[in-house]
Structure formats: structure tokens, C-alpha cells
């Protein structure tokens, strides 16, 4: 298993079914770069993910393994590609690429544990794979990485998965908090209607209330946008300013508000009552959930005027996040 927790990850922690999201948060600067050419520089990067698996695993892991399982994958773009020990040599020393089976390629095979001997390997395997392949010519290179990582990570266990970087930088933000304006969209809801408004935030101040539509985002309507875009472009460097169209239940008109991105932690933490019981349903571990969790039970002891009769804490659904908040 890896070191981390479930779909986020940070340094220092131990537990087991982890996710390799943590792999891409390392990782993403170097995920965030212009498109490469075939074979060009991601020799590094391949080594960069081996290394970190390695490093991070509480098993011993092979890169061998690892890597052979990511280049297998290739196949899953173009079936006529395999990666393996087709001419009958061992394994150990002799690897080939074929295509519709015709051997295109050999290559030494690096010492099992070797990462970045092994990252060349698989950047090399790569390139002449989409000189041969027309299918692999025409895909993305952060497609193929996708796959390959994909690969990887299937060959550790079935709690371990890979994020690409669009969902690894999602992830770190409901984890960490980002520039925003505080609000969470009925993700269901095509009209982008409000369903929580986090206090003290840009959107609370300005009067964005539940329910609440948002119609229009720096003067362009979202009635064509998917719910992702609206939230990124809702997002942003703190202190940017940015104009929200909001329609009001009721009124026949939106009101455009001006407000200022500020930082945002979304909240992970909502607590009711059942008699004297608190229940608090906690949906994922970030910075904020243990200073929620101690404020509502401060609220709900002062509700109450006398001792709580017990505690409700409900996980279900969670996925995770930080350690030392689940902690």
C-alpha cells in the first residue's frame, strides 16, 4: 500500500489503500507543460513517478514490474502494439515492441529497482511506439501518460489509482483551500443554482443566499457552460475581482454583484441534532474539518445546556484526505 491517505496525500503519514494522487501533486508542475514531441523529455518524469512509488509504498515495489505494467498498457490505445519477450530471449536481458505482430524495436532491460533507467526505458519505448502506431500518433501526450500511469498503478492494488492533472489540481484545492467566492453549485442543476454559501465568505457578504442562480460570470453567460467550467471560472488568484450575475428566487432580473476572490476552504463539516445526540456528517478530511468539528460540538453543547448524550459521526461516502485530520 501506499504511504498517504485516501484520495489526497500528505508527507509524513502512513496508512494503507492509498490513492496515487498524491503521484500527480508532485508531479504537476511537470504535468503543466506545452505538448511534447514524441520521446521528448519524459524519460524524467516516468522516473520522477517510479521513484515516488517506490519511495511511498509500504511494500517493496520493482520498478520492473511497475514499468512493464505501464508500457503494457499501451496496447489499450492499439491492440496491435505489445511490449514483451517475443523473440524468446529472457526477459532479463532482451525486451521488444512489436507491432501487428512484426518486431519494431529491442531493448536492454535495466536492473529491477533502477527508476530512472527505467523511465528512459518506457520514454523510449513510448517514442517509437507512435512512429509505428497511427492510433498512438494521433493521441495526446497526456493521454498516453495518463495510460501508462494507469498501467502502473493497477499493478500495486485496487486502491491505488492515478489523478491526472485537471482532477489532481480539484483534489488539492478541496484540500488545501483556493481563491474563490464560496459557494457550492447543485452539481445536478444545469441552471448552476447555489446550494451552500460558506460564511464569512465574498459570496455571503454580497448577499448570495441558497438557491440563488448564478447566470453570468464577467458579463458571459454560463447557460452553455458545463458545471466544471463555472467553477473554475469562478475561481482565482485571491483578491482578483470578478462580477457574478445572480437571479434571485423570485425576482425577475439579475443582480450583478462585484466581489473579490478571497481564501476558500470548503467545508467539509454539517451537524444536526437528534435529542441530545449531535450528528455530524463529515465529507472529507481538509485544513478546516477539525476546528468545524470543535465548533459545532461547542454549539452543540451550549444548544443543549447540559452534557451531550452521545456522538453521531458519520463517514459515509468519504473518501478521505488529510491524515493527521482524520487523526
Not at 216 to 225: N, R
Not at 285 to 303: C, D, M, P, V, W
Request: a neutral charge; aromatic letters at 6%; one cysteine or more.
Amino acid at each position: 500500500m501506499l504511504t498517504g491517505t485516501l484520495p489526497f496525500w500528505r508527507p509524513g503519514c502512513t496508512i494503507s489503500r492509498a490513492s496515487l494522487a498524491l503521484l500527480i501533486f508532485a508531479l504537476g508542475a511537470c504535468a503543466e507543460r506545452e505538448p511534447l514531441t514524441a520521446g521528448a523529455a519524459d524519460g524524467p518524469l516516468f522516473a520522477r513517478g517510479l521513484g515516488e512509488v517506490a519511495k511511498l509504498y509500504i511494500a517493496p515495489v520493482s520498478s520492473r514490474r511497475l514499468a512493464l505494467s505501464g508500457a503494457a498498457s499501451l496496447s489499450r490505445l492499439d491492440r496491435n502494439l505489445t511490449v514483451g519477450d517475443s523473440l524468446g530471449t529472457p526477459l532479463a536481458e532482451t525486451l521488444t515492441l512489436s507491432y501487428d505482430g512484426r518486431n519494431v524495436a529491442f531493448y536492454a532491460v535495466p536492473p529491477d529497482n533502477d527508476s530512472r533507467e527505467w523511465g528512459e526505458r518506457l520514454a523510449q519505448i513510448i517514442a517509437t511506439a507512435r512512429q509505428v502506431s497511427p492510433r498512438l500518433a494521433k493521441l495526446s501526450q497526456e493521454t498516453i501518460e495518463t495510460a501508462v500511469f494507469s498501467g502502473m498503478t493497477a499493478a500495486l492494488d485496487r486502491f491505488s489509482h492515478y489523478s491526472a492533472p485537471a482532477l489532481a489540481r480539484d483534489q488539492r484545492a478541496a484540500r488545501d483551500g483556493f481563491g474563490g467566492i464560496g459557494v457550492t453549485l447543485d452539481t445536478t442543476d444545469e441552471t448552476f443554482r447555489v446550494t451552500a454559501v460558506t460564511p464569512q465568505s465574498p459570496a455571503e457578504r454580497a448577499g448570495i443566499r441558497p438557491d440563488d442562480r448564478i447566470v453570468a460570470i464577467d458579463g458571459v453567460s454560463t447557460a452553455t457552460d458545463r458545471h466544471h467550467d463555472v467553477v473554475h471560472h469562478l475561481r482565482g488568484p485571491i483578491g482578483s475581482p470578478i462580477t457574478v450575475s445572480v437571479q434571485h428566487t423570485g425576482m425577475a432580473r439579475p443582480r450583478d454583484l462585484q466581489l473579490r476572490r478571497a481564501y476558500v476552504v470548503l467545508p467539509t463539516v454539517t451537524m444536526s441534532r437528534d435529542g441530545n445526540i449531535a450528528v455530524f456528517r463529515i465529507t472529507s478530511f481538509n485544513h478546516s474539518t477539525t476546528q468545524r468539528i470543535a465548533k459545532g460540538l461547542a454549539e452543540a453543547e451550549q444548544q443543549s445546556g447540559r452534557p451531550l448524550a452521545g456522538i453521531v459521526l458519520d463517514l459515509r461516502g468519504n473518501p478521505g484526505g488529510l491524515l493527521d485530520q482524520a487523526v
